[in-house]
Nanobody
Framework: HVQLVESGGGSVQAGGSLRLSCEAP?????????????MGWFRQAPGGKREGVAT???????DYADSLKGRFTISKDNAKNSVYLAMNSLTPEDSGMYFC??????????????????WGQGTQVTVS
């Protein structure tokens, strides 16, 4: 089982910023290889559905939920086996649990939850 560990969540005032991190193993006996897999961020508000936030594939190509373009930036560091989510101009509607996820290869559409094999436990973001 591939362990994805998120960090960086917290409480912030509206208009503020946060940077989430997700650390993964370089590889795993299951076939996971960080720098060849697609990594995504999802979020879930209380009582809401888990929705796609952003994704980055092995080539560094990114995609975002339309409503978040321009405020959120996904990036990764293959040397650190980590993926990041920089969030700016946060609003209370951005509050929720943020999850890191990993999918093999290229997936389309990127925001389909079932396409992702592995998930982290999540990190809480609260914007007031």
């Amino acid at each position: 089982h591939v362990q994805l560990v998120e960090s960086g969540g917290g409480s912030v005032q509206a208009g503020g910023s946060l940077r989430l991190s997700c650390e993964a193993p370089a590889s795993d006996s299951s076939g996971f290889v960080f720098n060849t897999w697609c990594m995504g961020w999802f979020r879930q508000a209380p009582g809401g559905k888990r929705e796609g936030v952003a994704t980055i594939d092995s080539s560094g190509r990114t995609d975002y939920a339309d409503s978040l373009k321009g405020r959120f930036t996904i990036s990764k560091d293959n040397a650190k086996n980590s993926v990041y989510l920089a969030m700016n101009s946060l609003t209370p509607e951005d509050s929720g649990m943020y999850f890191c996820a990993a999918a093999p290869g290229y997936i389309d559409p990127w925001y389909v939850r079932n396409s992702y094999n592995y998930w982290g436990q999540g990190t809480q973001v609260t914007v007031s």
